[in-house]
């Protein structure tokens, strides 16, 4: 799976769990106490959310973050892929802290 298919994958997810709840994007987004402009970029999937901000959109939705990735296959197979997108979302995250310090801080 691609990092498109990932975002994509995301999107789709919180859209339908969104429905699901009968929230629109506004409530959704002050649920998981962040922006509504941030809310609808994830939703296109131009947009990564931070680790914290998968947690409060799946608690929100009042879901596991695993099922915000869900693509219906092997259960096994899915949580070793969000897993792996988690750990690659965090060291995106610290490499952008990292270039910051770097760019700003000296």
Do not use: C
Request: charged fraction near 30%; proline fraction near 3%.
């Amino acid at each position: 799976m691609t990092g498109e298919e990932v975002r994509q994958t995301l999107a789709k997810n919180i859209k339908k769990l969104r429905a699901q709840k009968g929230f629109s994007q506004a409530q959704l987004a002050e649920e998981a106490d962040i922006s509504l402009p941030f809310m609808s970029s994830i939703e296109q999937s131009s947009k990564w959310p931070y680790p914290d901000t998968l947690a409060q959109i799946a608690t929100a939705l009042e879901v596991d973050v695993s099922d915000l990735f869900s693509t219906g296959e092997n259960d096994a197979k899915h949580h070793q892929q969000t897993i792996e997108i988690i750990k690659a979302l965090v060291e995106n995250q610290k490499k952008a802290l990292d270039d910051f310090g770097e760019k700003y801080l000296k």
